[in-house]
């Protein structure tokens, strides 16, 4: 009589498997995408999905290992797999836990600018009675200080925040004083196209550890065309404040968005070396969003998500090869939908949580202490459709505006994992919910997802990143670094 069992005998009978919850989509004639439910997925023919399904799985033969592996299949009679399924859904959801952590403040509504693409309905430069005043700063630092999150991010948007420079001073100060009180971190941001930066700014920004976001949409006559200004030096302007910024602060003080117009479309490669150039340290190849005056001016109308989508790789298979030249250059976009697929850490960015970052994730007070459940819902405000305000500062503490009938029903209608055609779809998981972008394109906060560009550009953008990740070692190297 042996002494010892062979490693056969603790093999479970292929008979005693059982299938874990799994959701898979086709990808071409024989080729399927088959996922989990905390994003994991494998490529399988169309004959080994068969099998999986029919619990056909003989161990040694390969498609057993990658099944167990991907937490597709688990054994009759034991918990472990289920367990680790559910401790790493909670892991995804653990966000919930600090609610609320961004809160944007637009403290003017004025501009020197007159971007066509511009989200906002813009003011002229001496409309001041567009500014925040003081008593409804002080009345949004109390709501944003009052959510739970320890660290609270505190951005400052316009407009062109640096009109109404004398309130960020202000409120950056007294949100010291109060949050040194209620035991909370800050974190400060000031979007500002930088053409009104000067010294004084600078110094206060080194004095209280804020940091800068601009906009470059890449070379000069580009961002000159993208984001016009009186005297046509748009660009000369963000690109001096870009080196006056990392020379006085830091190179890390400083960040930079692009939007993508049609005529960004041919120019990607020019786009990505601009960023470059700068000194930059990546870039998000945004698209266009369905609000403001990129609405009116109708160049949200002018490319769709098939275009976008080819201008996204062009650029990323660009940033590639500068990355194999050894030079550390991640897409930004790509970097977070990474993460999301190859982690299980609670993701930052709002439009790519479950249930939805509206009011969860971040809270906008508006210039007139009307308070929205995202950036997006004060834009289709301003375009006249308030569905989605909160309420206001001056009547209403952070538990109302949470609580609110109209954040309660739109983030229970954002949940991916309970909507129709979501909560069977094999990229879920790692895709997010958007529900203002729904209402704005379909005035359906649910959204019609087959008729939705969200649902096609995240299903074109995890569908590329999983084929590098898995057909080419040399770039899922790099990829996977962006991840970490």
């Not at 001496?126 to 009345?139: G, L, N, P």
């Not at 959510?147 to 925040?161: C, H």
């Not at 070396?273 to 000194?279: A, C, F, H, K, P």
């Not at 508006?366 to 834009?379: H, K, L």
Request: aromatic fraction near 8%.
């Amino acid at each position: 009589m042996p002494k010892f069992a062979s490693p056969d005998s603790f093999r479970p009978e292929t008979a005693a498997l059982h299938l874990l919850p799994i959701r898979f989509e086709r990808l071409d004639a024989d080729r399927f995408l088959v996922g989990n439910i905390v994003g994991d997925m494998a490529e399988m023919t169309a004959v080994e999905l068969d099998r999986l399904c029919s619990l056909d799985l003989t161990p040694g033969d390969g498609l057993y290992e990658r099944a167990f592996e991907k937490l597709l299949v688990g054994s009759v009679g034991q918990r472990a797999q289920l367990q680790l399924l559910a401790l790493r859904l909670r892991s995804r959801l653990s966000f919930l836990r600090a609610s609320t952590p961004l809160h944007l403040f637009v403290v003017t509504l004025r501009c020197e600018h007159s971007c066509p693409y511009c989200q906002v309905s813009r003011q002229s430069q001496d409309r001041v009675r567009y500014d925040m005043d003081q008593v409804t700063a002080s009345k949004a630092l109390d709501v944003a200080l009052s959510a739970p999150a320890p660290m609270i991010k505190i951005e400052f948007q316009g407009g062109e925040p640096l009109l109404n420079f004398e309130l960020v001073r202000w409120i950056v100060v007294t949100a010291e004083q109060r949050a040194a009180f209620r035991g909370k971190q800050l974190q400060f941001v000031i979007a500002s196209n930088l053409a009104l930066l000067n010294d004084e700014v600078l110094d206060f920004c080194a004095e209280h550890n804020v940091h800068l976001s601009t906009s470059l949409d890449g070379p000069r006559d580009l961002h000159n065309k993208n984001r016009p200004r009186r005297g046509q030096n748009s660009y000369d302007l963000a690109v001096a404040g870009i080196a006056r910024i990392k020379e006085r602060l830091g190179p890390d003080k400083v960040s930079a968005l692009m939007t993508t117009t049609v005529a960004s479309l041919n120019r990607v490669e020019e786009i990505i070396d601009e960023y470059v150039r700068q000194g930059l340290d990546g870039i998000f190849l945004r698209p266009l969003s369905p609000y403001g005056f990129a609405i009116k001016t109708k160049q949200f109308q002018k490319y769709g998500v098939q275009e976008w989508l080819q201008f996204w790789k062009n650029g990323l298979r660009y940033i590639l090869e500068l990355n194999k030249a050894g030079r550390h250059f991640p897409e930004f976009y790509a970097a977070l939908m990474l993460r999301r697929m190859l982690s299980d850490e609670p993701i930052g960015y709002v439009d790519l949580r479950s249930p939805a970052g509206i009011g969860l994730g971040a809270l906008v007070y508006n210039y007139d202490g009307t308070v929205f459940a995202s950036d997006e819902a004060r834009m289709l405000a301003e375009m006249g459709d308030c569905s989605l305000e909160l309420g206001n500062v001056r009547e209403h503490g952070y538990r109302d505006l949470v609580l609110s009938d109209t954040l309660v029903s739109a983030v229970a209608n954002s949940l991916t994992q309970t909507a129709p055609q979501c909560s069977t779809c094999v990229f879920e998981p790692n895709c997010g919910a958007d529900p203002v972008y729904h209402h704005a394109t379909q005035n359906d906060v649910l959204g019609i997802k087959p008729l939705s560009a969200f649902c096609e550009r995240q299903k074109g953008v995890i569908t590329h990143l999983f084929q590098l990740l898995e057909h080419s070692p040399e770039d899922a190297a790099i990829l996977r670094k962006w991840a970490s």
